[in-house]
């Protein structure tokens, strides 16, 4: 049944579509004509160039409108490599965010909260949705960015302490077999395509940053702040060591992978530890109210039948009926003789 209130939310949520739709044409490059530039085939003034304008374009000419403090940006880029996030264009929809879209949640919380206390009428929703939705629009505006960044951040890291002990294992044998640093990181990245994508990135990308950087003790640093984890900040540490004094590789592979499998077994045997104790919720809160209902219920049910008397239960009264009568015997005649 549409009501007045059903077609404003049907107007707003046209009119944003609209917004939207119009902000995207009006934003996004002419595809044809990338294609042709592309090509080679574009001939005008602009030669080399679209003659629309990229979204990520768009976005970056928005950004440096607002602009960011140097501390803050380089802030920003650590967690975004802590991330896993690569774009460069990602630095600008988190200014953004934080210039643009963090304010109008703070009005949309301020908003429903003056919605609660001057108008008064919160229609057919309750209390509770506009309170929890105006501290969702809260929480999202102050801490939205940070709670995305350390979720994805701790899915990342967790990936890479679960393989990390393989990928040891392989560049130890790579370079036990006499290979170098570099080929023992383009095998590795090799072997591991399928089985571990996000390791064989970080690796793919710090042997090209071996290649082409200038110093090679700063693309090893970039490995261990992208990682962010004490096992590769201990590999980074091993493999500056080795590029700066020396020393032999072999060994100091051998003892990580060793310590690493180690550390594994002792955080497998702490997760089985800690079984009994998880298992005592389900426990508490599944079986033990079956028992509890299997020892109660009985005598429960045998004080509702008895209407709650807990007295003795007084003895049963006995109607005392008549006894039927039985017929008497006829008298008998006794003859005498002679008659």
Same mark, same amino acid.
């Not at 007295?311 to 049963?316: D, E, L, Q, S």
């Given at each position: 049944?549409?009501?007045?209130?059903?077609?404003?939310?049907?107007?707003?949520?046209?009119?944003?579509?609209?917004?939207?739709?119009?902000?995207?044409?009006?934003?996004?490059?002419?595809? #044809?004509?990338?294609?042709? %530039?592309?090509? +080679?085939?574009? !001939?005008?003034?602009?030669?080399?160039?679209?003659? +629309?304008?990229?979204?990520?374009?768009?976005?970056?000419?928005?950004?440096?409108?607002?602009?960011?403090?140097?501390?803050? $940006?380089?802030?920003? %880029?650590?967690?975004?490599?802590?991330?896993?996030?690569?774009?460069?264009?990602?630095?600008?929809?988190?200014?953004?965010? %934080?210039?643009?879209?963090?304010?109008?949640?703070?009005?949309?919380? =301020? *908003?429903?909260?003056?919605?609660?206390?001057?108008?008064?009428?919160?229609?057919?929703? *309750?209390?509770?949705?506009?309170? +929890?939705?105006?501290?969702?629009?809260?929480?999202?505006?102050?801490?939205? @960015?940070?709670?995305?960044?350390?979720?994805?951040?701790?899915?990342?890291?967790?990936?890479?302490?679960?393989? #990390?002990?393989? @990928?040891?294992?392989?560049?130890?044998?790579?370079?036990?077999?006499?290979? *170098?640093?570099?080929?023992?990181?383009?095998?590795?990245?090799?072997?591991?395509? !399928?089985?571990?994508?996000?390791? @064989?990135?970080? =690796?793919?990308?710090?042997?090209?940053? =071996?290649?082409?950087?200038?110093?090679?003790?700063?693309?090893?640093?970039?490995?261990?702040?992208?990682?962010?984890?004490? /096992?590769?900040?201990?590999?980074?540490?091993?493999?500056?060591?080795?590029?700066?004094?020396?020393?032999?590789? @072999?060994?100091?592979?051998?003892?990580?992978?060793?310590?690493? $499998?180690?550390?594994?077994?002792?955080?497998?045997?702490?997760?089985?530890?800690?079984?009994?104790?998880?298992?005592?919720?389900?426990?508490?809160?599944?079986?033990? /109210?079956?028992?509890?209902?299997?020892?109660?219920?009985?005598?429960?049910?045998?004080?509702?039948?008895? +209407?709650?008397?807990?007295?003795?239960?007084?003895?049963?009264?006995?109607?005392?009926?008549?006894?039927?009568?039985? /017929?008497?015997?006829?008298? $008998?005649?006794?003859?005498?003789?002679?008659?």
């Amino acid at each position: 049944m549409f009501t007045t209130e059903y077609m404003i939310y049907a107007i707003i949520c046209v009119g944003v579509f609209t917004i939207y739709m119009s902000l995207v044409n009006l934003l996004r490059s002419d595809k #044809f004509s990338a294609r042709v %530039n592309k090509a +080679g085939l574009y !001939v005008g003034e602009d030669a080399g160039h679209s003659p +629309g304008v990229s979204f990520n374009d768009a976005i970056e000419k928005l950004a440096s409108w607002f602009g960011m403090s140097d501390e803050e $940006r380089k802030k920003r %880029n650590q967690q975004l490599m802590s991330a896993g996030i690569q774009s460069p264009a990602a630095i600008n929809y988190i200014i953004l965010y %934080n210039r643009i879209i963090q304010p109008l949640l703070l009005a949309a919380a =301020l *908003g429903i909260w003056a919605r609660i206390f001057i108008v008064g009428n919160l229609g057919k929703f *309750g209390l509770l949705s506009y309170i +929890g939705l105006s501290v969702l629009c809260y929480i999202a505006a102050r801490s939205g @960015v940070d709670i995305y960044m350390r979720r994805r951040k701790k899915q990342r890291q967790r990936i890479l302490l679960r393989y #990390f002990p393989e @990928v040891l294992d392989l560049l130890l044998v790579c370079i036990e077999s006499g290979l *170098g640093l570099d080929a023992a990181l383009a095998r590795a990245s090799r072997e591991l395509d !399928v089985v571990h994508p996000l390791i @064989v990135t970080e =690796l793919d990308r710090t042997r090209l940053e =071996l290649t082409l950087l200038a110093d090679r003790v700063q693309a090893l640093q970039n490995l261990a702040d992208r990682a962010d984890i004490v /096992p590769f900040r201990a590999l980074v540490a091993a493999l500056i060591q080795t590029e700066r004094f020396g020393t032999s590789l @072999v060994d100091t592979l051998r003892v990580l992978a060793e310590d690493q $499998r180690v550390t594994r077994l002792l955080e497998t045997e702490n997760k089985v530890a800690k079984i009994p104790a998880l298992v005592t919720i389900p426990l508490i809160l599944c079986i033990l /109210p079956s028992f509890i209902i299997i020892l109660i219920g009985p005598p429960f049910v045998t004080v509702i039948d008895n +209407g709650f008397n807990f007295g003795p239960k007084p003895a049963a009264v006995k109607s005392a009926k008549p006894s039927p009568k039985r /017929p008497s015997a006829a008298p $008998r005649t006794e003859s005498t003789p002679g008659k």
